[in-house]
């Protein structure tokens, strides 16, 4: 999904998009916070790039219980002639519901070859991710 197609066209951070009834889109808050469940350091927490130690605590068998699997990939450039999709056996990546301007939103990744989870702000147009919803307390 694109953010906006994710989010359904709602730039509220926390909304439904296009989750399930009385569940929502992740927060960069939220993700932090799952991030320090699995033993990241907060200090790491506002840095771009791979970070930390920790995403192993987020996959199959970690202690999060998250189950985060390898294999979602992402698709570049959607609708159009060239999109072009890549990594999807080696990364997986998902949206949150945080901007970080009119254009861009943070993305959230883990990879084979990296032990850390990766923050980045990316376009919002030019790239689809999957999306893990939360339920709402």
Same mark, same amino acid.
């Given at each position: 999904?694109?953010?906006?197609? =994710?989010?359904?066209? +709602?730039?509220?951070?926390? $909304?439904?998009? %296009? *989750? #399930?009834?009385?569940?929502?889109? #992740? +927060?960069?808050?939220?993700?932090? +916070? %799952?991030?320090?469940? $699995?033993?990241?350091?907060? $200090?790491?927490?506002?840095?771009? &790039?791979?970070?930390?130690?920790?995403?192993?605590?987020?996959?199959?068998?970690?202690?999060?219980?998250?189950?985060?699997? %390898?294999?979602?990939?992402? %698709?570049?450039? #959607? &609708?159009? =002639?060239?999109?072009?999709?890549?990594? $999807?056996?080696? !990364? !997986?990546? /998902?949206?949150?519901? +945080?901007? /970080?301007?009119? =254009?861009?939103?943070?993305?959230?990744?883990?990879?084979?070859? =990296?032990? &850390?989870?990766?923050?980045? #702000?990316? !376009? @919002?147009?030019?790239?689809?991710? !999957?999306?893990? *919803?939360? @339920?709402?307390?």
């Amino acid at each position: 999904y694109t953010w906006d197609e =994710s989010m359904m066209y +709602t730039r509220i951070q926390g $909304a439904q998009g %296009l *989750c #399930p009834m009385n569940w929502h889109i #992740p +927060t960069e808050e939220d993700w932090n +916070t %799952l991030e320090i469940e $699995a033993g990241a350091d907060e $200090a790491i927490l506002n840095n771009n &790039g791979y970070r930390g130690t920790h995403s192993q605590q987020l996959t199959e068998g970690g202690a999060t219980g998250f189950e985060w699997i %390898l294999g979602s990939g992402y %698709l570049y450039r #959607p &609708g159009t =002639s060239n999109a072009a999709y890549y990594n $999807a056996d080696i !990364s !997986s990546i /998902t949206w949150v519901s +945080t901007e /970080t301007n009119a =254009s861009d939103a943070y993305f959230f990744q883990i990879r084979d070859t =990296s032990d &850390g989870v990766r923050r980045y #702000p990316i !376009s @919002k147009v030019n790239y689809a991710f !999957s999306v893990r *919803c939360i @339920k709402n307390e």
